[in-house]
């Protein structure tokens, strides 16, 4: 959903996903290469750094001519800063960690929508008016309970918030309807 008070910027989000996902693999034990998850965080949105906007993913998930823009912009912008800094390894993390086929970029990518989550309950999901944008999110949060089922705990305690707000909601919608 589209609000100004939810938006931040990409170096607090870069940065909140590297706290994230160095919390998380510290407190359990993932399996996971810890180095080459943060360096596909660092890089992550790299290609959003310095955009005066970047399409949102329920927007380009809802509109597919959009999303593969999205996809193909991102990929040529990511290919010149990794050929202008002569750092190709930018562009391997960014596709890797955007396929999810390995495991770490699977952790990534959950940390990475993670971290979004935990912005929105920060700013008490404003912006968020009807039963579809709140079921948005937490349909994201299910994502990576098949392959880190220890991470149920932190993702419940993220989605009864979420509902929480998500009941006052329509809540107050019933009463401005009636």
């Known amino acids: 959903k589209s609000n100004e008070a939810m938006h931040t910027n990409v170096a607090a989000h870069t940065f909140g996903t ?21 360096e596909m965080l660092l890089f992550h949105d790299i290609v959003e750094a310095g955009m005066e906007f970047d399409i ?23 290919k010149k800063i990794s050929k202008d800094t002569g750092r190709p390894y930018i562009y391997d993390l960014f596709v890797e960690i955007e396929a999810k086929e390995t495991r770490e970029a699977k952790f990534a990518k959950f940390v990475d929508g993670f971290e979004a989550q935990n912005h929105i309950l920060n700013n008490e999901c404003k912006g968020f008016n009807t039963e ?10 299910n994502a990576p309970l098949d392959e880190f ?9 993220v ?11 329509v809540k107050k919608n019933k009463k401005q309807l009636a």
Do not use: C, W
């Open 56 to 78: 949102e993913a329920p927007k380009a998930e809802m509109d597919q001519k959009l999303g593969e823009y999205k996809r193909t912009s991102e990929l040529k912008k990511v």
């Open 149 to 157: 089922p220890e991470l149920k705990p932190y993702v419940d305690e």
């Open 18 to 38: 590297l706290f994230i996902a160095y919390d998380l693999m510290n407190k359990f034990d993932l399996k996971l290469d810890k180095k080459h998850v943060m």
């Open 132 to 141: 579809e944008d709140f079921d948005y999110v937490l349909n994201k949060l």
């Open 159 to 169: 989605k009864s918030k979420i509902i929480a707000y998500k009941n006052k909601v």
